[in-house]
């Protein structure tokens, strides 16, 4: 552990000015994984500065029917709200299923959107890994995998990204509000995180010392009917082996809008395109879900021990398109 | 035997320490306030075999806060080797990766962690062997198994009774290595004030603790004090000192007069705490058609460390379950550059009673039997082993009692009937067994004060186990008096001498050396002793204890929920029937038999260290990695008991419920989880990757 310094932020320029300025200054949320990474030496940040304080915790309704959730609103908090219940059930329970009651009363939207890998060798100073010291090595392609992506990995990382929040969020079309010391920019939360490509340290898109403000969410009639399905080796308190957040609406018997994406397979959120194209217009029916589940995982690859995320991650969308064509949330 | 008259005991007294443990003022070991204190952090080698070249403490020496390091080079020289576990900084040599190289003494934690990051290590690195497999060359046969056990035992011709058997089953069984896991970890605070050094330690025996670590340093014994009022859980983890224990000494040594507080993280925990090893098990039974066994052949392959030996003894229940002519059991050991494994909630039955009841279902399925009554068709009159009589085996009352209160009868033996919405499900049962043990040694004195009050003295451990309150319940009933008026002190050396609390053995070897000494009281003082009056006494051997077989038994049913489509298990109902003596107090044996099962729960879904072969090491060191079931997991579950008297094991009439709760738990989960779906999974723990297609 390295000695650092704390500052309590005031305003949200300013606190972007002193990070930017600063090379090993970071942001601090509700701490959840930032701290936890500075105990077992994969951070070693020399300036803490403490956005809790800051006027982003409320969750206030936008013109165009959509929500605005402050960065610094409580993952507890978001999952409680009436509206995110009402209009984006998928949400809640994405919060719900992550971590524990007490994580979650501490994490902050954009913590979690920013929390880092759970790959164990990624934690583990002792050990090669592109994602914390890049050109040593990845640890994880012939050790042990089990946990690890089937799409969209390289041959220098194939870890998966851990958050559930944001697979909700990438199904829901969510944008990014980040402020940066040139002001305010957009990025959709399906771009927001990065594939690792060869530079996998890199996790999201944001620059140095941006800061995000808010995540938005339009209005998006299909998410009232939606949900939130987390596949686990425990009934709680454990990250997903895949998880699936789908929205669903059928009408007369075809599908006439969809929204899916898999969590626990790749280094971002996944946003099942292929799979919703392959929907959109069809008739609901099983044979049209599993069709639907092998247009997305046709470019999976497998490492030695998670092939039993292809099946798993077929199987779980078509009992989440299932339970919501018939009804359920 | 001369049985004592239950007034205390048998009543579901709350725990005397309860209020103190919720308000936070009951001090665990790191909680000691103590005056100036200095914090250690160890530095781990980072090779699995090797020796060190070069070992480079100056910048951490220049950091600020740092007081001193110590090193092979530079630490105090230890006194026996006999323990190799505890040869701490002796040497250069590496023979695990993890091993203790360095620590840190500094004046806050964050300043030795910080210091500890800034050693520099420069290692020859020889090439490592953690690979575990049941194919290996150099397996070879310990000289006994843990607790004294023979290695191999022979009854018969297994192997041609095998073969001619009208039904036989043929599997392999594994399971993998787990961690104890207690949630309080290791934490020893050290102060060497010369000639006296003072632990303050979390451990399931002060007293060996302080003959270990004597020995060790070279110290006499009453040198050495070791306190230890409170536990959080040890799991077999806290039962012999480890290396931390010495690495705090050492550090002690370095820096008289002061405490160095030292707590091992829970990554640390997954090298340096011991941990159970991993198992292979070949399980052969024979039978004829109608279900009796003819023939019971149970091979194990298991780890060591090669810098010393410990063989868990997972056959040894096989020796004793069930009646059959022939019978043989196997250990047999692979030694690797491994951490030491050692004692894990019921080391020997937990993994052993896995296989064989699993074993014991498949068989049923082959002999189209109802399991509950194969196993009435293979109890035996008489221990199969030693051939003597059965000192109270209520095997079948016990499983005959569940398979009532379980509504067995209901139940369609056909895997794969019954679903609902989406998920099957199926139940499962399996017998449970575990040793009675007495163990010699313990000594207890009780004083006599004003106003009918007695202390009572033993230095025995409360592991969160509720020693504190049954050892009271014990103390009062033995000196006809009312609870309030016995002062009970324990987990201190100041105290007279108590064996571990280990082997379900605590309350039956530390009660009977309290009985034995109101006894002795009574005998010198008469009924009505002075105030002042003193008497003590030991544990005595038990009358019955080489002529009769003295085992705890037990049933355990589980129902379970399996996801057809994502291969999830969820524990949906669970009862255990236990046969254990007389029950001490209600309230705290629920709460141990129902965290035993727990356990099993937790093996049977979730346990599991992994280790890297390559790096040498368990990678999934934390408990977002190393899954223990939680809160959500366990939904209905209860534990109950034959109301039961044991005249031949304790004069309380008790035998121990440490520990029986874990063992057959996980069988009867696995066989629920091929009741549900018809897929007999042997290689636990049984998660979705092993169900999902
Ligand atoms: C045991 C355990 C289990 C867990 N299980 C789950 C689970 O099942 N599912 C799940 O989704 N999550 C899980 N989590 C993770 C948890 O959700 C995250 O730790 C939490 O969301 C992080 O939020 P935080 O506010 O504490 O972030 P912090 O730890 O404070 O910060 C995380 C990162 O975000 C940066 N940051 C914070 N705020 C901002 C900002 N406004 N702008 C820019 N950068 C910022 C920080 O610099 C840091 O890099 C678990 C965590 C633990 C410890
Ligand atoms: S998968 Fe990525 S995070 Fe894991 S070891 Fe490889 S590079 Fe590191």
């Known amino acids: 552990m390295t000695p650092f310094a704390y500052e309590r932020a005031t305003d949200a320029s300013s606190a972007v000015a002193r990070v930017a300025a600063h090379p090993n200054a970071v942001f601090l949320g509700g701490g959840t994984n930032l701290v936890d990474h500075m105990k077992l030496g994969i951070a070693h940040p020399q300036l803490l500065v403490d956005v809790t304080r800051l006027p982003f915790s409320k969750i206030e309704s936008l013109p165009d029917g959509g929500i605005r959730v402050g960065a610094g609103v409580r993952n507890s908090d978001l999952a409680a709200d009436r509206t995110v219940r009402e209009r984006y059930p998928v949400l809640s329970q994405a919060l719900l299923g992550g971590a524990s009651g007490q994580l979650r009363n501490l994490a902050t939207t954009a913590g979690n959107l920013l929390q880092r890998t759970r790959c164990a060798y990624f934690q583990d100073v002792t050990v090669p890994c592109n994602k914390r010291t890049p050109g040593s090595g990845c640890s994880a392609i012939d050790g042990h995998n089990r946990d690890h992506a089937i799409l969209g990995a390289s041959d220098q990382c194939v870890a998966v990204h851990p958050s559930d929040m944001a697979v909700a969020l990438a199904a829901l079309d969510a944008t990014v509000v980040v402020l940066g010391r040139q002001g305010e920019r957009r990025i959709s939360a399906v771009d927001f995180h990065r594939l690792p490509g060869d530079a996998a340290q890199r996790d999201s898109m944001l620059e140095h010392g941006e800061l995000i403000v808010a995540v938005e969410l339009p209005a998006l009639p299909v998410a009232a009917h939606s949900v939130y399905y987390k596949v686990r080796d425990r009934a709680s308190y454990a990250f997903a082996l895949v998880s699936v957040a789908a929205a669903l609406e059928v009408r007369s018997g075809r599908v006439h809008d969809v929204r899916i994406a898999f969590g626990g397979v790749a280094h971002k959120p996944w946003r099942a395109r292929r799979a919703e194209a392959a929907l959109r217009g069809a008739p609901a029916t099983e044979e049209v879900y599993g069709r639907a589940a092998d247009a997305e995982l046709a470019d999976a690859k497998v490492l030695k021990h998670n092939a039993f995320k292809i099946p798993l991650a077929r199987n779980t969308l078509r009992m989440v398109l299932r339970q919501l064509a018939q009804g359920g949330r | 035997m001369q049985m004592i008259e239950p007034r205390a005991m048998g009543t579901p007294l709350q725990r005397i320490d309860g209020a103190a443990k919720i308000m936070g003022t009951a001090p665990y070991a790191f909680e000691h306030r103590l005056e100036r204190p200095t914090y250690l952090h160890p530095v781990q080698s980072t090779i699995a075999r090797g020796r060190i070249l070069k070992i480079d403490t100056r910048a951490a020496e220049s950091l600020e806060g740092v007081i001193a390091v110590i090193t092979h080079e530079t630490a105090a020289r230890l006194a026996s080797d006999e323990n190799k576990e505890l040869w701490v900084l002796q040497s250069a040599k590496v023979h695990f990766r993890g091993q203790f190289i360095a620590a840190v003494i500094a004046q806050t934690p964050e300043s030795a962690r910080a210091g500890a990051d800034r050693i520099a290590v420069e290692y020859e690195a020889a090439r490592h062997d953690v690979s575990f497999s049941g194919g290996r060359k150099d397996l070879y046969a310990p000289k006994t198994v843990n607790a004294g056990y023979p290695t191999d035992t022979n009854q018969g011709d297994a192997e041609t009774a095998f073969e001619r058997a009208e039904v036989k089953v043929d599997s392999t069984y594994t399971t993998p290595m787990e961690h104890n896991s207690p949630m309080e970890p290791h934490t ?52 012999e000192p480890h290396a931390h224990n010495i690495l705090a000494a050492l550090a002690a040594l370095r820096v008289p007069g002061r405490p160095v507080k030292f707590a091992l993280t829970r990554q640390q925990m997954f090298c340096l705490a011991g941990y159970r090893t991993p198992t292979i098990q070949r399980f052969r039974l024979g039978a004829t058609r109608d279900g009796r066994l003819t023939s019971i052949i149970h091979d194990v392959v298991e780890l060591t460390s090669r810098f010393k030996e410990f063989a868990e003894q997972t056959a040894v229940p096989t020796r004793l379950m069930y009646a059959s002519p022939n019978r043989r059991t196997r250990h047999r050991l692979a030694a690797l550059d491994l951490p030491k494994p050692s004692w894990m909630r019921a080391p020997g039955e937990t993994p052993g009673m896995f296989a064989g009841e699993v074993a014991m279902d498949e068989l049923a399925v082959a002999c189209g039997l109802d399991p509950v009554e194969l196993r009435v068709r293979n109890e035996p009159e008489r221990n199969p082993e030693s051939d003597n009589p059965w000192g109270n085996r209520h095997l079948l009352e016990c499983l005959r009692e569940g398979a009532r209160r379980f509504a067995w009868s209901e139940r369609d033996p056909r895997p794969r009937q019954r679903s609902d919405r989406g998920w099957l499900i199926g139940s499962g049962v399996a017998s449970s067994t575990y040793p009675r043990y007495v163990l010699l040694g313990s000594r207890a004195t009780i004083r006599c004060g004003e106003r009918g009050q007695y202390t009572v003295r033993i230095g025995a451990a409360d592991l969160g186990t509720g020693t504190w309150t049954t050892l009271t319940q014990i103390a009062a009933d033995a000196l006809q008096c009312p609870v309030e008026a016995v002062h009970l002190e324990i987990g201190d050396t100041e105290q007279p001498n108590a064996t571990v609390a280990g082997g379900s053995s605590g309350i039956s070897s530390w009660g009977w050396a309290i009985v034995a000494a109101a006894q002795e009281l009574r005998r010198l003082h008469g009924a009505r002793p002075a105030a002042g009056a003193e008497a003590s006494a030991q544990t005595p051997k038990g009358a019955d204890d080489e002529t009769f077989a003295q085992h705890s038994f037990g049933a355990q049913f589980a129902e379970v929920r399996v996801n057809t489509l994502t291969g999830e298990v969820r524990l949906s109902r669970m009862l255990g029937v236990f046969s254990a003596g007389r029950i001490i107090n209600p309230r705290l044996a629920r709460s141990q038999l129902i965290g035993g099962m727990t356990m099993g729960l937790s093996m049977a879904l979730h346990e599991e260290s992994v280790v890297d072969e390559r790096f040498g090491h368990v990678i999934n060191h934390d408990f977002a990695g190393y899954h223990i079931a939680a809160n959500a997991d366990v939904t209905d579950m209860d534990a109950v008991w034959l109301d039961e008297v044991d005249d031949r094991s304790t004069p309380m009439g008790s035998r121990g419920i440490g520990e029986i709760g874990i063992v057959g738990a996980a069988a009867a989960i696995a066989n629920a989880v091929y009741h549900a779906t018809g897929t007999r999974i042997r290689n636990l723990p049984i998660t979705p990757d092993k169900l999902v297609t």
Do not use: M, N
């Not at chain 2, 020893?188 to 330690?201: F, H, N, R």
């Not at chain 2, 070279?218 to 009022?229: E, T, W």
């Open chain 2, 188 to 239: 020893t605070i050290a102060i060497w004030e010369s000639p006296k050094l003072t632990l303050y330690d979390s451990t399931q025996s002060v007293h060996s603790v302080r003959t270990t670590v004597a020995k060790s340093l070279g110290l006499k014994v009453d040198q050495v004090r070791v306190v230890s009022p409170y536990v959080g859980g040890g799991f077999g983890s806290k039962g």
